[in-house]
């Protein structure tokens, strides 16, 4: 019987040297290639950088704003003026006539509308990208806690696969010699096979979860990828500085200032509309040479006989005004007040918008706090001592094998929750750094 416990304390002491407890602190590997760098890692703040300069959409939208000022460089340019040349010849005859005519419009009043509406346009353009870099910042955030998460689900994963794996090990070695029921081998086998699904399914997850970072900061998917921080690192940092900040009013928001510069788009195509009915003058003028006679002879000064024909030279100038007497762009200043009412329409659902976002993503960061605070204060750590103690009683034959199988699922359970908690801590703060409107 002395024999027997002395074996089973030290194949519980060789469990317990075996099998480290997790603490989010190693470096989580999925194939060979370690993914989890401290030193060389991408930061959180790099991934947003290099999002915000290489990820192909935000480049796409970029070139709104070049568009934008294109257009405001066309809304500056003056009408060009028109020239015209005339040419007519007398069928059969000797008369002709030669006309050079230029005409240029004055765009009277137009000009400044239309400046004013692309100053105007390109301001929201900017404020449109901007609002498009806070959303990629969000998605960086989003999924890099994803990674992080995914990678410590998946070395909980490895970790419990590979304790079941030494476990049954010597369970076998002691079914083998006739220490222990065939039946507890078999259970923990079927176990083990559980566990190891288990963990080529995180792996999987992991791998997937990695490909989308790189998806959403421009990287290729055959680019290798190294994070520098865990989830726990990246919750404890946010929780380390007290979280952010609300603002006492919405309109820092790119989106929020993006649609009172669009309200103000509405406002200056009204004017435009307006400017467009008035009166226009266009100046012209024309030099004409005309070259004309007669069939008949006449007596020139000398007394000899010639055809009667003559060359006149002719300058013309004037102007012309359009008159609105019908058309003075009613349709068009009625489309633009019904735009500028629902861009003010859309202005006040953003703003509300903001205010609900940043309220209820406050009200889930406080929240999530305190239940990482829950998994923080010792939860975790009772709940691996009390596998051990478990393991321990099984070795020594005071426990059975399902006591042993219970507490192990009990023990893998609480740290998947515990790595969902982390995750939706992370994306809680991310949810409420995108509300408050901040980009890095």
Sequence with gaps: MRSRVRLGILVAAAIAAATPGY??????????EPVIDARAGLAVDGAIARAIEREPSLRAVRTEIEAARGARQQAALRPNPTLSIERRDEP???DSLSSVGLAWPLDLFRRQGRVQTADRELTAVGLAVEDRERLLASDVRMAYGAA????RDSEVAAEVAGTARRQFEIVRARADAGGTPPLERDLLDVELRRFEAAQFLAEGQAQA????????IGMSPEEPLQLRDT????????????GPVAPSVPEARADVREADARVAVADARVVQARREGRADVSLFGTYMRMDAGFPQQGVTPSGGLERV????????????VMLPLFNRNQGEVAMARAERSGAEARRESVALAARAESAAARARYDQAQRAVGLYAGGMRALARQNLDVTRQTFDLGRATVFDVLIEQRRYLEIEQAYTATLREAWEARTALIRALGETK
């Design 209 to 216: 979860a990695l490909v989308r970072l790189k998806q959403t």
């Design 231 to 242: 989830i726990e690192a990246l919750v404890a940092r946010g929780a380390s500085d007290g």
């Design 92 to 94: 059969r005859g000797t």
């Design 309 to 320: 024909r003559g060359r006149f030279n002719y300058v013309a100038g004037g102007m012309m």
């Design 23 to 32: 603490g989010g602190q190693g470096t989580p590997a999925l194939g060979t």
């Design 148 to 151: 992080a998460a995914a990678i």
